[in-house]
């Protein structure tokens, strides 16, 4: 019997890394989207490597609050919208829910902002950009074929991977910036803190934590299995914010100093695809648009759809692109609710796109503490977690997390305030 | 009507009318038709219990419990382990309505006074749980009411649902808490296998554990029949390797072979050997050819008779048989070595005098495949010559097994067709 184990032959050799590395490569592929290289890009321009160090440590977080939900998502086999119901009753729900909905509307007027603000850098208006892109992201997810596309997407998303050769190309001073890495440095402006609170909040994003959990919890890995599915979150991790990392530099390099303050008010994308003018020359400006629409795209078809998801299985309502519209309403209504306001959003007259997403990655930052609290609350209950309870060390740097993000957002609200300091 | 959470929080007065603390949680025992509630928990962090026959007067209204005794006569109370907690174990959850075939999240719990015992009679699984427990069901009433419509209430009862909670303990197994909950045998497992299919289908990977630990090997396997190729592989990855292969057992080789195909060499080698002779050996056969082939396709389960046969004799080696409905389409006539020989119709043989050889019955020109053939071809040529399934035989003309119509179809549809048929209700 020679042939018979031909097709077991065939097989994926890696299938267990295969098998359970993914999920968490795809989000923080993902997690490079509009809001991501805008931020990172503005960071760079505004405030030179100033905020490296930021990014840094904003590493560390995005590494230990993706093994936590990861982890929760393999020992439960629940996703997380599953066990803030289960934990929280109806009203903590409801509130983690209205605080989802709430960021991911924004998130999703920032990814329509994305392919307006790149497809505007190939001279389409975004009267017409985002609608087309609005029905398009609709029917390939209620047609069902969002799947097929999604490598297409993920694939155009290694674009930017070209931001680390033109970190390299622009012979940045190495000495300052390896220096700005580690040394913490704050300018104590308005702008600062604000830019700050995005910077977090674009990188440990709320809308994350709910879809990496469910996408693990899916996948059904077994608990034996939890060391690979930590490979793969601190592999994408890393990944993003290499690529993230590379970003500031590049564009610390290119923009930082040659503006003036009036100009860093009112960046545009074309301003930002400057930084890659080392490694493309006059093609800059193109590469930098295809990453930006395809990022964009790929985050404006996941946001809607995991947030449908994340709020029916909270309340137990029919959900999934297999039903028809009347079968779940709901699910629908929710998923197209957000293209729809997403796009409205985008197409008002005179509101600037990188300011707007600016903005949105900010009320991510705001609301992100909120859903590290419930996190934070699951992976230390026993009857939930059993042994694999969150340890000192996750619960350190989780909580460290909230607390800055509450303190930076608590600078802001006081420096609104006339006569205080950092008012303007 | 009396629901779980306007109970909750309602305050214990013992019998000298000290107030003793809340209601947290009420405890219940498992019964048939309906749960009948045995305590209160007055202390969830001390799981400070009180029997219900304790319970003097229980006033829904001014949500008050009085107690036939003392405060001192009750600290000594604690709950039992295996107690099953309504609040904590059943409220929130997702629960199976076996009458609606789907699963829900159980927004409240109705409960019944019947003769001083409280039953758990039914779920409530709609929108007006959900506001009552925010505390505006009765303002969303006059609201609806304002635009001429009703909130209707939707509620099921307690003898239709099917609890799912797993919640994993350090002291039990996994499973512990679904079996705790576990009325005389699960419901669903009386539901056909394609609708039990498709509620796995929606949990996630630890419930479908559960749900699949308490269905019989027989009717797992027909479930297991009915679910997408990951699923199947994900089910029987989790389950203990000897019941996965008892499952396998039971079900048709080239199914077995695509899920083994999925699965990590050792596992699925590890299941080979577990699994009967027979059914390995057919599976190994199957594991040999490509996936989109006409061998990967097929099965090795067919109807093959001798040639030398008369129309009765093959009737009656088919009854000893006993095929499976799918495969006896056709009854395919072979010699001595296994070459095809010709195939007849269920119709040819009972139409046949008794003592016919089925030799003069049979046709001869048999449409058949080359394992090697694509999963496209192997479609076309089902739907040309109008075919239910067609041989599959090697280049000496030797049988080697049946494509049927409905495995070459979801061979060859697309993913996004397949995903949008509609759920039978």
């Not at chain 1, 899916?218 to 990944?239: F, Q, T």
């Not at chain 2, 059943?90 to 409280?118: C, E, I, P, Y």
């Not at chain 2, 002291?171 to 039990?196: F, M, N, W």
Request: proline share 4%; glycine share 6%.
């Amino acid at each position: 019997m020679d042939r018979v184990f031909v097709r077991l032959r065939r097989f994926r050799r890696l299938f267990l890394l295969l098998a359970v590395v993914g999920p968490g490569l795809i989000t923080s592929n993902a997690d490079n989207d509009a809001g991501g290289i805008t931020t990172y890009s503005q960071a760079g321009a505004q405030f030179g490597y100033k905020m490296l160090w930021l990014l840094v440590a904003v590493t560390i977080s995005l590494a230990v609050v993706n093994e936590m939900g990861s982890r929760m998502g393999v020992v439960t086999g629940k996703g997380l919208a599953d066990l803030i119901r289960e934990r929280f009753g109806v009203r903590g729900t409801t509130f983690a829910m209205l605080l989802l909905l709430f960021a991911n509307a924004f998130t999703t007027v920032a990814e329509f902002a994305g392919i307006a603000a790149g497809l505007e850098l190939f001279g389409v208006p975004r009267y017409v950009s985002v609608p087309v892109a609005a029905v398009m992201i609709w029917l390939l997810v209620v047609r069902g074929s969002y799947p097929v596309v999604e490598k297409v997407l993920l694939s155009i998303g290694l674009v930017y991977v070209t931001y680390i050769v033109s970190g390299l190309l622009v012979h940045p001073p190495w000495n300052e910036v390896l220096r700005s890495s580690v040394v913490p440095q704050i300018v104590p402006t308005r702008d600062y803190f604000l830019l700050a609170i995005a910077l977090i909040g674009t990188t440990v994003t709320p809308w994350m934590q709910f879809y990496l959990q469910a996408a693990v919890a899916d996948k059904g890995i077994p608990n034996e299995n939890l060391a690979y599915s930590r490979v793969d979150v601190l592999v994408g991790a890393l990944v993003t914010d290499v690529i993230a990392f590379f970003i500031i530099v590049a564009t610390a390099a290119t923009l930082h100093g040659h503006l003036s303050g009036e100009q860093l008010a009112n960046m545009q994308a074309g301003d930002f695809a400057r930084a890659l003018t080392p490694v493309a020359g006059r093609f800059a400006t193109a590469l930098f648009a295809v990453g930006l629409i395809g990022a964009s795209f790929l985050a404006g078809n996941v946001v809607p759809l995991s947030t449908a998801y994340a709020v029916t299985e909270a309340f137990g309502w029919e959900r999934g692109v297999g039903h028809r519209f009347s079968e779940a309403p709901a699910f629908f209504g929710i998923f197209t609710g957000l293209i729809v306001v997403g796009a409205l959003a985008t197409l008002t007259p005179g509101l600037p796109l990188v300011s707007m997403i600016l903005l949105s990655q900010d009320a991510n930052g705001i609301i992100l503490p909120a859903i590290l609290v419930y996190m934070l609350v699951l992976l230390n209950d026993r009857r939930i977690m059993g042994r694999y309870v969150n340890g000192r060390f996750a619960n350190a740097i989780a909580g460290v997390t909230v607390a800055v993000l509450i303190v930076l957002t608590a600078i802001i609200v006081l420096s609104s305030i006339p006569g205080l300091p950092l008012s303007e | 009507m009396l629901f779980l959470t306007e109970i909750l929080g309602a305050e214990v007065i013992d019998v000298r009318q000290r107030r003793i603390g809340a209601v947290r949680d009420l405890t219940v025992h498992v019964q048939e038709p309906y749960p009948i509630v045995t305590g209160l928990i007055v202390s969830r962090r001390r799981e400070l219990a009180i029997p219900w026959s304790e319970v003097r007067t229980f006033a829904a209204v001014t949500r008050e419990v009085a107690l036939r005794s003392s405060r001192e006569e009750i600290e000594s109370r604690r709950a039992q382990p295996d107690d099953v907690w309504l609040a904590r174990d059943v409220l929130d959850k997702q629960v199976v309505d076996t009458d609606g075939r789907r699963v829900v999240r159980v927004n409240d719990l109705q409960l019944v006074d019947s003769g001083g015992r409280l039953l758990l009679v039914g779920a409530d699984i709609g929108v007006r749980g959900i506001l009552r427990r925010l505390g505006v069901e009765a303002f969303a009433k006059r609201l609806a009411r304002l635009f001429g419509r009703d909130l209707p209430m939707a509620l099921v009862s307690w003898e239709v649902v099917d609890p799912l909670n797993s919640v994993p303990d350090p002291q039990r197994p996994a499973s512990d808490d679904a079996v705790r909950l576990r009325i005389s045998g699960r419901r669903i497992a009386r539901l056909h296998p394609a609708d039990i299919a498709d509620i796995v289908e929606e949990l996630g990977a630890k419930e479908r554990k559960t749900v699949f630990d308490t269905l019989t090997e027989e009717i797992a396997a027909d479930t297991l029949e009915e679910m997408e190729l990951e699923d199947q592989v994900s089910v029987i990855e989790h389950m203990d390797a000897r019941r996965a292969s008892e499952i396998l057992d039971d079900m048709p080789p080239d199914e077995v072979a695509d899920i083994l195909t999925e699965l990590p060499k050792d596992v699925a080698e590890q299941l080979l050997g577990l699994m009967t002779k027979d059914e390995a050996e057919d599976v190994k056969e199957l594991l040999a050819y490509e996936e989109d082939t006409a061998g990967g396709l097929m099965t090795t389960e067919y109807v093959a008779v001798s040639e030398n046969l008369t129309a009765q004799e093959c009737i009656d080696e088919l009854r000893r048989l006993e095929p499976d409905a799918e495969s006896v389409y056709y009854v395919f006539v072979i010699d001595g070595d296994e070459h095809l020989k010709g195939v007849l119709s269920l119709r040819d043989l009972i139409v046949a005098r008794p003592d016919q050889p089925i030799s003069s019955i049979m046709i001869r020109d048999v449409i058949a495949v080359h394992p090697d053939d694509d999963a496209q071809e192997v479609a076309a040529v089902l739907s040309k010559y109008n075919l239910l399934a067609v041989p599959v035989v090697d280049d000496e003309f030797r049988i080697q097994g049946l494509v049927t119509v409905d495995d070459a179809l979801d061979a060859v549809l697309p993913e996004s067709v397949k995903r949008k048929l509609p759920r039978a209700h």
